[in-house]
């Protein structure tokens, strides 16, 4: 009798079975697929015929399906496996196969393997222990967690997103995340969260994320982000993101250093080459405006360093002051600053703007430790089609000299002879050192006069070098050379020698007066050296007057092995010889800066004198000058008396002593004696034989 058994199809009941029936033969090539297996995979038959398995499985398990074949084709029941299987939206399912040998059961003749969808349940089944509480750990982290899809579209968000950047939930979910980054930065998330839909290993990027709030600062946020597309439970990209602002104020900051003067503030040298290669790149016509600041290191050196970083961060307020916007201003070394001007085309707007830094720069500096003037020297450079940065910044370079040379009185020389840099400074400084020694420096001297007495008083030391090749130099071409080499110190004793050398052939009644630099205030030996020199000469010390500039006079702190200048006017007085403030009127001179010295007269600048027949201001101002110095009981002498118009003037307002070329020049050594024999006792008495200067 037929049982039912006998009647069932069993090609009907693999068409039923809800579980998934495959059958490979050993080179695991696919033979067979029940109509469940085809729903499951979602393939059509003619794709899945003849295709090796192993196709399907996902990279990561391959080697667990090889394995376990193996077992099957030795064991007649494979250990079950659970691995992905791509299925035709592209996704994976998490799978269970179970391997049957039926190689040699008629009918089959391959190895059957039984497949069961787990992914669901294995959703159940981790939602049913861990997930929960995992779950609420995300949902509670302090660190931003996101789930994407594959384009990029937030599906699930935890709470620090929110609470970072204030959006709700429902109004993240959905969107890209990009979209909630600043514009800068959206094409750099997008890249990477296509970069980590393309690759299985961690993709990272930063991205600043705007706030909810558009009044809040946009958060820098670094992003970590795993490829789980893959896996059949979590299906998504997951980003961790941290909130990275310390780190990026940090790199900030660090940044701002590499390109900024850390004393200033202003861009550094190579902010300006890059700004500078960018705009000649761009063709846009630009000035470079080169500045150096004249007699800076004085202020360095004798009233500390702490004032002249004041005085260098005074100078560049003043510098950013003068720009426009969009111009810059770069210190680009220790006294030097470049502006680099935007679209300017013509000279004359360029050299404006010069003459505006010039003149800025050298109004009085306000410093806590007293007021400080300095100069500036300010060279221009224009582009033009074919101009270079190192082409235009030499140039602007060297017109700065050429202004620097102009200021000191230096006669122009061909541009092909000028030489701007160290180099030429040390052979000028090898020049002096050596016209030193050959003794081509020497003192002249110019009268001063008493209007009571109507004869000479006294003999101001002024010095002149006698170069070989450019005449007779006047100090102004060569004493800021002198200071800045140091040679300084060296002249000052040769100026007393020379003057001593005359003043020993004179009546002992008439005084020399000695201009004394700050930096030969600041030197420890100064007042010893003096003190020798007058004794070999067998000068009274009291013959000595000191002029001292308004400059000299601020308060200076000693450093690097200096005195104050306090100090070496407090020596020089004990030796006997007394102090003279000289160009008064020009500086800062104020009433607590004149009782702080023990002064006996002031000299009065000859831009007053100048002025006192044709200026009424300048005649008040000397008038005044003079009662202060007569209630202070400091005598006055007014030098740069030009005229009998300006001698009568100054015998009006009551200034005793003159000095000018009405009297004489200063005379060369050897006409001093004569002169003083002619004119000595009565200068007026006789006709002016005015000596060459
Ligand atoms: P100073 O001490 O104020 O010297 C007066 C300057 O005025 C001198 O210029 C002198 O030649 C000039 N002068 C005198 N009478 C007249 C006049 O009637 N009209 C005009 N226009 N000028 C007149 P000089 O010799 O060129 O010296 C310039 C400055 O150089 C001096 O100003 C002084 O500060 C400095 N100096 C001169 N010799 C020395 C020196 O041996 N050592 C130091 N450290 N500085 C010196
Ligand atoms: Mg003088
Ligand atoms: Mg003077």
């Known amino acids: 009798m037929k049982t039912m058994a006998d009647e069932i199809d069993l090609t009907a009941l693999a068409g039923v079975l809800p579980d998934t029936v495959i059958v490979v033969d050993t080179d695991v090539c696919l033979h067979y697929v029940n109509p469940a297996g085809a729903q499951m995979f979602g393939w059509q038959p003619d794709e899945w015929l003849g295709r090796s398995i192993l196709d399907l499985i996902h990279p990561d398990d391959v080697a667990s399906v090889v394995s376990s074949t193996g ?10 496996v659970e691995v992905r299987v791509r299925v035709a939206d592209g996704t994976w399912k998490l799978v269970e196969f179970v391997g049957y040998n039926a190689l040699d059961v008629p009918g089959i003749h391959g190895l059957v393997v039984i497949a069961r969808d787990l992914t669901r349940r294995r959703m159940w089944e981790v939602a049913g222990s861990d997930t929960v509480r995992f779950q609420q750990m995300v949902q509670h982290a302090s660190s931003v967690t996101l789930l994407l899809d594959r384009s990029g579209k937030v599906t699930s968000v935890n709470a620090a997103f929110t609470r970072l950047l204030g959006h709700d939930v429902s109004h993240v979910v959905g969107r890209p995340l990009a979209s909630f980054c600043s514009v800068d930065d959206v094409n750099n998330l997008e890249f990477a969260i296509e970069k980590a839909g393309s690759e299985s290993r961690l993709v990272s990027c930063e991205a600043s994320m705007r706030p909810l709030n558009t009044a809040l600062p946009s958060l820098p946020m670094r992003f970590e982000i795993v490829n789980l597309l893959d896996d059949p439970v979590v299906q998504g990209l997951v980003v961790t993101a941290y909130d990275v602002s ?13 390109r900024h003067d850390a004393l200033t503030g202003l861009v550094n040298r190579s902010v300006l080459l890059d700004e500078l290669e960018r705009a000649l790149a761009e063709h846009r016509p630009v000035a470079i405006a080169f500045i150096d600041l004249d007699r800076f ?11 002249g970083d004041e005085l260098l961060r005074k100078a560049s307020e003043r510098l950013l002051g003068l720009v426009r916007p969009g111009d810059l201003v770069a210190r680009v070394g220790g006294d030097e600053f470049v502006v680099l001007a935007n679209d300017m085309v013509d000279r004359a707007t360029g050299q404006a703007l010069c003459d ?81 020694q050959r003794g081509e420096l020497v003192a002249f001297l110019q009268p001063i ?103 000299a006079t601020l308060t200076r702190r000693p450093g690097g092995g200096r005195v104050s200048p306090e100090h070496t006017l407090e020596e ?38 100048a002025g006192v027949c044709d200026h009424p201001e300048d ?11 007569g209630a202070l009981e400091l005598e006055v002498v007014a030098e740069g008396v030009e005229t009998e118009e300006q001698l009568a003037a100054m015998r009006t307002i009551g200034c005793n002593k003159v000095q000018g070329y009405l009297i004489a020049r200063p005379l060369p050594p050897s006409e001093v004696p004569g002169w003083l024999r002619a004119h000595g006792r009565d200068w007026h008495a006789s006709e002016q034989t005015s000596t060459s200067d």
Not at 71 to 80: A, V
Not at 297 to 307: A, M, R, T
Request: hydrophobic share 40%; with cysteine; glycine share 6%.
């Open 449 to 551: 006069v008493s209007l009571e007495l109507g004869a000479t008083t006294g003999l101001e030391a002024l010095v002149r070098w006698n170069h070989p090749e450019r005449g007779l130099l006047s100090p102004a071409a060569f004493l800021d050379l002198a200071e800045d080499s140091g040679l300084d110190l060296m002249m000052g004793d040769v100026v007393l020698r020379s003057a001593c050398a005359v003043l020993q052939q004179v009546d002992p009644a008439i005084s020399l007066s000695l201009n004394l630099s700050v930096a030969q205030l600041a030197d420890r030996g100064l007042c010893n050296r003096v003190s020798n020199i007058l004794r070999e000469f067998r000068i009274d010390p009291e013959r000595l007057i000191v002029e001292i500039t308004e400059h």
């Open 297 to 307: 290191k004085p202020v360095n050196d004798l009233l500390g360093h702490e004032s």
């Open 71 to 80: 077992t099957i084709q030795s064991k007649r029941i494979g250990t079950p």
């Open 572 to 609: 020089l007085r004990n030796l006997g010889a007394s102090l003279c403030l000289d160009d008064f009127g020009t500086g800062y001179s104020s009433l607590t800066h004149i009782r702080r010295y023990p002064l006996t007269a002031i000299k009065i600048d000859r831009s007053f004198v």
């Open 356 to 436: 505006r830094i010039d003149s800025s720069l050298s109004m009085p500096y306000l410093l806590t430790e007293g007021p400080v003037r300095v100069t500036a020297s300010v060279g221009l450079a224009l582009s033009d089609t074919d101009a270079t940065v190192t082409g235009l910044l030499a140039d602007a370079d060297l017109a700065m000299y050429e202004a620097k040379a102009a200021r000191r009185g230096e006669p122009e020389r061909p541009v092909t002879q000028r030489q701007r840099n160290a180099n030429e400074r040390r052979r000028l400084a090898d020049d002096l050192a050596a016209g030193l």
């Open 619 to 629: 005649r008040a101002v000397i008038a005044a000058m003079v009662g202060m110095a």
């Open 246 to 258: 310390d780190l990026y104020h940090a790199r900030q900051t660090l940044e701002h250093l590499a």
